[in-house]
């Protein structure tokens, strides 16, 4: 399979004036320097989603092209604009670059930003520069029309809280008016989320929004305005359900998947600052960990009400149910220990001293695998005899652990890498390279990808699990957090 790796840069604007021009370059450098796939700078940072909050609703604007064989055609436009009441909108603060050869079958983000609520109706692209990649030269070419205006199909109709995408798609080979003119040919249109089951979700928290990726392509085809930093998600395909978790607001909202839209919304009461959600089996209860106040919640699903609330720890990180134990874990960083809890009274069943920061978990037959980020280890515990069988040395700073049929994934955060395990085995099968900082992880078992989390790149990384590598990147330009696919 062709590996795209379509990657935006990803400097926050207002940390740039503040760090100073040599910090600048070396950052900028850091991330590929010359044209890319599609350079689009949010115009905040993703911990400040204040712009959405004043103006009332985003968009997101993502391009790939009709036929990615064609010409190797490279442009850098100027602005982008949208129409709304006769009035002009800029989409980007900074030039953005589109080389048609990067982004080949995969797909560019152009931008995305802050807009008042309201009707977009035409995009306006304006070219500054084109050229033609030729053995390595780039061929400037004479632009026929630098200001292109052009409607947008669909309806572009943003309510305030909203989040949607707006999709080009760029006919390279129509483009060019002879061998050294080129007026391109793009085409926008809204978001329309197909209903299938080939969907894969990425929560950013930063902008407010929850990404909808077609799992046949890897693009994203839709985005999801979800007010209260949107971190983890829960889905629940046989009642049509996904559960996001709203930690500024201290709520889940309930979205019907085959509308895409907020149908509850329960509240987590005695909780100011929830940091993960996960679900039982049956999806009829939500748990919730305070960080902060070290508290875990049950939320009856049904009711939408608190059904238990205990102190547990201190630092708690991650929450993994296990089904065939019966038993709720539950990783507490500060307190060294995985606490193994009754998922109905969440009273404390059996304590697993561990050490050494314990945040993912998963499990396989009755070993419990927990990922041990202060040591670069994963412990593996054994359920029945209560003791640690081994300790397997894998990346720096291993976070997340998800166990996907014969094999089990680690994400080491500050190792760039995902470490492979066979479960049962004491060693590390192989290490698969992403770059940045890998964190969430979901699968998607029909199309055999893992979906892999980089916040620093701003993007989701897919693995091709058949093969055991990189297969390309998802832009998105924002930091990704919880991870869910439709099975």
């Known amino acids: 399979m062709r590996q795209n790796t379509i990657r935006p840069q990803t400097i926050p604007w207002r940390a740039m004036a503040f760090l100073g021009a040599s910090i600048l370059l070396f950052l900028v450098c850091s991330h590929g320097c010359g044209p890319t796939g599609g350079t689009g700078l949010a115009p905040w940072d993703d911990a400040t989603p204040a712009g959405i909050e004043n103006k009332g609703a985003t968009i997101s604007v993502f391009l790939n092209l009709k036929e990615p064989s064609g010409p190797a055609a490279w442009l850098l436009i100027s602005s982008i604009e949208v129409l709304a009441d006769q009035v002009w909108m800029p989409l980007n603060e900074r030039p953005i670059e589109l080389d048609a050869k990067r982004i080949g079958s995969g797909q560019a983000h152009v931008a995305t930003t802050p807009v008042p609520a309201g009707s977009f109706s035409q995009l306006r692209i304006t070219v500054e520069k084109a050229a033609l990649r030729k053995g390595g030269e780039m061929l400037f070419l004479s632009i026929e029309k630098p200001s292109l205006v052009f409607p947008i199909s669909g309806e572009l109709d943003l309510v305030r809280g909203d989040s949607q995408c707006l999709l080009l798609t760029w006919d390279v080979g129509r483009s060019f008016l002879g061998s050294a003119i080129i007026d391109p040919a793009i085409t926008a249109a809204a978001q329309s989320i197909p209903l299938t089951s080939d969907l894969a979700y990425a929560a950013c928290p ?29 889905l629940d395909q046989p009642r049509n359900r996904l559960y996001v978790l709203a930690d500024r607001e201290a709520a889940i909202k309930v979205l019907e998947l085959s509308t895409s839209r907020i149908v509850d919304k329960i509240q987590i009461p005695l909780m100011p600052d929830p940091n993960f959600m996960t679900l039982d089996p049956d999806n009829l209860s939500a748990y919730v960990l305070d960080q902060r106040g070290s508290y875990v919640a049950r939320i009856d699903l049904r009711t939408g009400t608190l059904a238990g609330r205990v102190r547990v720890g201190n630092g708690l990180e991650y929450a993994a149910y296990l089904p065939d134990q019966g038993l709720l874990a539950v ?50 515990y054994d359920l029945e005899t209560k003791e640690i069988r081994a300790r397997i040395n894998v990346g720096m700073d291993p976070r997340r652990i998800h166990l996907n049929r014969d094999r089990i994934y680690v994400t080491n955060f500050r190792g760039g890498a995902v470490s492979v395990l066979l479960p049962g085995q004491l060693g590390v099968l192989r290490d698969i390279k992403t770059g940045g900082n890998p964190l969430e992880m979901a699968s998607s078992s029909g199309r055999r990808w893992l979906y892999v989390g980089n916040p620093s790149s701003r993007s989701v990384t897919v693995v091709d699990l058949t093969a055991g590598k990189v297969a390309g990147e998802i832009a998105l330009g924002a930091s990704p957090q919880g991870l869910a696919a439709l099975q």
């Open 206 to 234: 930063g902008i407010n929004t929850v990404y909808v990726i077609r799992t046949d392509r890897n693009w994203v085809t839709g985005a999801l305005g979800i007010p209260g930093r949107p971190s983890y998600l829960a």
């Open 331 to 380: 990783s507490s960083a500060l307190s060294g220990t995985v606490f193994l809890l009754d998922p109905e009274t969440l009273a404390i069943a059996e304590s697993v001293p561990v050490g050494n920061s314990p945040q993912g978990t998963a499990v396989w037959k009755n070993h419990l695998y927990i990922a041990e980020s202060a040591s670069n280890t994963v412990s593996d």
